[in-house]
């Protein structure tokens, strides 16, 4: 990992800590490739949920989500971090509020893979597969935290 990187992920990682209780929009710090168009899209979806992002354009993201301790068979094309939590791929906006209401201990939620039809990933017509969003406990095991059909 390079020097430049640990630093923006370190210096992200204090921006999410800081905030003051009671905080009115949560704040997401996501890194991406500058190049991708869905993970821009999932930025808008979570601005659109009451969100306010912070993005970081990395040229590759397994540095992210290395960092949060998110187990790579549950990568996906970004890695973000909100309130402690890492957030991998397309999250909607709906777990990720739940998850800040709800607190478990955990390393947090992936939506490993690209699914059609998941928050930007959406598709001309509606379809869509079905997925599930992964609660990531602290040893890296998961549990269905939201099923999408």
């Given at each position: 990992?390079n ?7 370190l210096?992200a ?8 209780a ?17 993970c821009a ?8 949920n009451g969100?306010?992002?912070t ?9 992210p ?23 991998e ?9 739940r ?10 939620l ?14 001309p017509?509606?379809?869509r ?15 269905v ?5």
């Amino acid at each position: 990992m390079n020097r430049r990187f640990a630093l923006t992920a370190l210096a992200a990682a204090a921006l999410v800590h800081a905030l003051p209780a009671g905080a009115a929009a949560p704040q997401v710090v996501v890194f991406k490739s500058p190049s991708c168009g869905c993970c821009a899209a999932w930025v808008d979806h979570l601005k659109a949920n009451g969100f306010v992002v912070t993005v970081t354009d990395v040229a590759d993201t397994s540095g992210p989500r290395k960092l949060a301790s998110v187990p790579a068979h549950l990568g996906s094309c970004h890695t973000a971090r909100v309130a402690g939590y890492a957030i991998e791929g397309h999250v909607p906006a709906s777990d990720i509020h739940r998850l800040l209401k709800e607190r478990p201990d955990a390393i947090g939620l992936s939506v490993p893979g690209m699914p059609a039809g998941s928050p930007g990933m959406e598709l001309p017509g509606g379809d869509r597969d079905p997925f599930d969003v992964l609660l990531v406990d602290r040893l890296g095991a998961t549990r269905v935290w939201s099923r999408y059909a």
